[in-house]
């Protein structure tokens, strides 16, 4: 089931892109040492819309699932057609973040970033 959906742009070809997320079993997070605690995922992907033709399969970009420390976001900006997801620790002391962006076409590595406090 599609939670949500963000169009970008058009492809090379001129066919319409579009990510979106749906979400996937819950899994379970043992970060917080003792105690396991069920946490929510989503998967990420990027669809072409082929029109009458035949469909090309949908492409995978990520998976991301949060927690009680572990904060989480998605997003796309549809002019420069970049999908970007990553975190943020929520309640520590070692703050630490991550950012990945991933340009949509054609599909690469934009950005990688992570950094601690």
Not at 3 to 27: I, K, Y
Not at 80 to 107: K, M
Request: proline share 4%; hydrophobic share 30%; aromatic share 8%.
């Amino acid at each position: 089931m599609i939670a949500e959906s963000w169009p970008a742009g058009r492809d090379r070809a001129g066919r319409e892109l579009t990510v979106v997320a749906t979400d996937d079993a819950a899994t379970d997070d043992d970060s917080g040492g003792e105690t396991w605690t069920r946490v929510p995922c989503r998967k990420y992907w990027l669809l072409t819309d082929t029109g009458n033709a035949p469909s090309q399969p949908a492409r995978h970009l990520t998976t991301l699932c949060g927690g009680d420390k572990w904060e989480v976001f998605a997003e796309v900006d549809r002019q420069s057609q970049v999908f970007a997801y990553g975190g943020n620790s929520v309640y520590s002391q070692d703050r630490s973040s991550s950012r990945v962006s991933i340009g949509l076409n054609p599909v690469r590595w934009v950005e990688i970033s992570q950094s601690s406090v």
